[in-house]
């Protein structure tokens, strides 16, 4: 699977071919030869040239990784939720591809992060200079993941996502409607983006550093709205039916309270689809009554 480092045009390598990398790299297709690391060949998207492997089995990676990519995207999540979990797809997962991979020719790695990273639980705004503390093993791992990279000695940049949403990622708009949520008021503020915004965000930043644009180390990909869980819950019950908020439902969030600043992202050029949570849950709330009018309908 091995290809020439001189030809053009770029070669782009998705470690990680899930929702978000699969998205992403199916986006990359127009500019370059892309391919994608994934164990499951079936599940890379068309267009994009399959390198079946286990991030975890670095001799199964070897033979699967192309030759001198320009530009390498690692978007991994945990097969397990637990330490081990974490661990494997954040820092042994990366280790395992930096020591199989020809980077003579690599212009940048991207390392797709969390803002899991911050520990930060008094309203406070964040950025990329903020302090780092995780709350949980799961921020550490995500964090050591980052370490990694950036004293890789590559030019690399890391991406911190707060929480991602969309047609795809809709359990907390089912949570709502299940009445699962019953914030307190005023409740943390929570940060999101949408997951079209999601790999935007990563187009646009692989655009910018093959064009030869200088990336920062970090930037922080949340939308321009950080908000409050109740404010959010309240305005989802009022656009359409849910069951009454049950006593025993969940209060808060796991990640703290904070407000994300996306300033250097939007600094960089970038302009948000779902620039806030409404723009973003609207068509979602609009595509589940259109779907209940036709079952009413049947």
Not at 63 to 88: F, H, K, M, N, Q
């Amino acid at each position: 699977m091995a290809i020439s480092a001189d030809q053009y045009p770029p070669h782009i390598l998705v470690a990680g071919c899930g929702a978000l990398g699969g998205a992403v790299a199916s986006a990359l297709t127009d500019i370059g030869e892309v391919w994608g690391i994934r164990r499951t060949v079936s599940a890379i998207p068309q267009g994009v040239h399959p390198a079946p492997a286990d991030l975890l089995d670095r001799p199964g990676l070897a033979r699967a990784v192309p030759e001198a990519p320009d530009i390498i995207l690692y978007c991994l999540t945990p097969s397990t939720y637990d330490d081990a979990g974490y661990r494997g797809a954040y820092v042994d997962g990366l280790a395992n591809l930096l020591a199989v991979t020809d980077t003579r020719n690599l212009k940048r790695l991207l390392f797709i992060s969390s803002t899991s990273v911050y520990g930060q639980d008094d309203d406070s705004e964040v950025n990329e200079l903020s302090p780092v503390a995780p709350r949980r093993y799961s921020g550490e791992r995500v964090l050591q993941g980052e370490k990694l990279a950036l004293d890789s000695g590559l030019p690399a940049t890391v991406i911190r996502f707060s929480g991602i949403y969309g047609p795809g990622r809709g359990r907390f708009l089912e949570s709502v409607r299940e009445g699962e949520l019953n914030p307190d008021s005023p409740g943390p503020y929570t940060n999101r983006i949408h997951e079209q915004d999601a790999a935007d965000v990563c187009v646009h930043l692989i655009r910018q550093s093959l064009a030869g644009t200088e990336l920062e180390s970090c930037y922080l990909a949340s939308d321009c709205e950080p908000v409050r869980l109740d404010d959010v819950v309240d305005w989802i019950r009022g656009q359409i039916p849910c069951q009454p908020p049950r006593p025993d439902g969940r209060r808060g969030g796991r990640g703290g309270s904070k407000r994300c600043s996306n300033r250097r992202l939007l600094d960089s050029g970038f302009d948000f689809t779902y620039p806030d949570f409404r723009a973003g849950y609207r068509p979602m709330i609009q595509a589940l009554k259109e779907g209940e009018a036709r079952k009413g309908q049947g």
